[in-house]
């Protein structure tokens, strides 16, 4: 009988552990990612990056450091064509998401691998096949290869501000909300559901979820990066955002859209909207179990935590459907009204113990 299988994008190295960092070289010397020549080109920021550079400038002596000035499209094509003028093996993204976002649209550009080693935790895009990119008109998602490796050092995770640890649990359980607006999807549209990918991305969400430890803790720390790891790889497996974008990511972008200057990170709005979801679809104590889970790690549950009102919420959920068209989620299924939303909410805040 034959053996069927099928071939996984994913990273050739994942290397997630207090003090990583101190054994970048090493990964980056792999013959499976770089070459002999040890030439490479790395981005990074020019705050924390400068002290990285210099921290780790002894160990690569092959390596050329471009300074990224932030997470724009025109960064990305200033970054890509500063590298065209050398010969690299290989390009590392050394810092945040938005240096990461703009190195592998850059790696993209050149036909170079590229080397993630992530300085926060503040989403799931570390190791998906996305780089999101601030462009003319707003924002924008461009596909690009997997990183060939991923690193990121629990030390240096724990010396970034708090907020960008609490982002990143945000975006972990929104996977969860995420997965049901799917099966929403398959059961009403017949839209299809990719098995792996749907388990990929729901159990990192779950370990995220029911871990006792705080943002602290090295063990919780682990959880929540391998689980923005697999959401990535969930991505590549799909083919698509699915596994992690559902109403949560379309009440997030519609905060962005609606109101850019004022808008939080994008953990603590995917966050609020996952939960806000996930009452929606009347599952009442899991949005409730999932507040409480939020409010633990310092992330907001109601939209006045992120300095908006309750009509401005109320505008946010309307519109967010127009950000994803095409996409069917709770908010789709639902199609309510201004009122109905009102109502909605006023439940949501009164069962969640505003």
């Not at 810092?95 to 992530?118: H, Y």
């Amino acid at each position: 009988m034959p053996v069927l299988t099928r071939l996984i994008p994913s990273p050739v190295v994942v290397d997630i552990r207090p003090g990583a960092l101190n054994d970048l070289a090493g990964v980056l010397a792999d013959q499976r990612i770089c070459s002999s020549t040890g030439k490479l080109a790395i981005a990074i920021s020019g705050g924390s990056g400068a002290v990285l550079r210099k921290r780790l400038s002894p160990s690569l002596p092959g390596a050329e450091w471009f300074e990224v000035g932030g997470g724009t499209l025109d960064d990305a094509i200033k970054l890509a064509d500063a590298m065209k003028k050398g010969r690299y093996d290989a390009v590392v993204g050394l810092g945040g998401g938005k240096i990461i976002d703009c190195a592998k649209f850059a790696a993209a550009r050149v036909g170079l691998p590229l080397v993630a080693v992530a300085t926060n935790l503040s989403h799931d895009g570390l190791c998906s096949p996305v780089a999101t990119l601030d462009n003319d008109a707003g924002r924008g998602s461009y596909g690009v290869p997997n990183p060939i490796a991923v690193v990121i050092d629990l030390d240096v995770i724990r010396e970034a501000p708090v907020r960008f640890v609490r982002s990143g649990i945000g975006d972990a359980l929104s996977n969860i909300s995420a997965i049901r607006d799917w099966e929403l999807a398959a059961r009403e549209r017949g839209e299809d559901i990719d098995g792996l990918a749907a388990a990929m991305a729901r159990q990192a969400g779950e370990a995220v979820l029911r871990h006792p430890g705080g943002v602290g803790d090295d063990g919780f720390l682990q959880v929540l990066a391998e689980g923005l790891v697999l959401t990535g790889i969930a991505m590549s497996v799909s083919g698509d955002s699915r596994p992690a974008s559902g109403a949560c990511h379309e009440i997030n972008h519609a905060f962005d859209l609606l109101f850019p200057k004022r808008a939080a990170s994008h953990g603590e709005q995917c966050g609020l909207g996952a939960a806000f979801a996930m009452h929606l679809r009347g599952a009442r104590e899991e949005a409730a179990f999932m507040a409480e889970v939020l409010r633990r790690h310092g992330l907001p549950v109601l939209p006045e935590e992120i300095g908006f009102t309750v009509d401005e919420f109320v505008q946010v959920v309307e519109y967010a459907p127009q950000t994803r068209p095409g996409r069917y989620t709770i908010l789709e299924h639902l199609n309510l009204n201004t009122d109905q939303i009102k109502d909605a909410y006023a439940d949501y805040a009164k069962a969640i113990g505003s």
